[in-house]
């Protein structure tokens, strides 16, 4: 019943900056911890950034200071702003929440990726 779209991938060159979006869309009563995943070739995936209702971050060491995630919660949509990219934040990004559908049904939702390239 729950859906999640990642949009904003693309090629960048080495220091340049892209804007993820995630939208959450269907029947659902709320999201709590919303986050962003990346896995890069021959790696596994790993957490970049999460966020919860209430608006607090953390982040993976190697983004910190380059990266911001933010959400808008009226409209269900999380995002992701990266800043001075480098090569080795190329991968496919994907968005996950954390969505109840009521006080009983809570589980993690994922989007189907999206590609981010930094390359010159």
């Known amino acids: 019943q729950v859906q999640l779209v990642e949009s904003g991938g693309g090629l960048v060159q080495p220091g340049g900056s892209l804007r993820l979006s995630c939208v959450v869309s269907?029947?659902?009563?709320?999201?709590?911890?919303m986050a962003w995943y990346r896995q890069a070739p021959g790696k596994q995936r790993e957490l970049v950034a999460v966020i919860s209702s209430g608006g607090s971050t953390n982040y993976a060491d190697s983004v910190k200071g380059r990266f911001t995630i933010s959400r808008d919660n009226p409209k269900n949509t999380v995002f992701l702003q990266m800043n001075s990219l480098k090569p080795e934040d190329t991968g496919v990004y994907y968005c996950?929440?954390?969505?109840?559908?009521?006080?009983?049904?809570?589980?993690?939702?994922w989007g189907q990726g999206t590609q981010v390239t930094v390359s010159s």
């Open positions: 996950n929440a954390r969505v109840s559908e009521n006080l009983l049904i809570e589980y993690d939702s």
């Open positions: 269907g029947r659902l009563f709320r999201i709590r911890d």
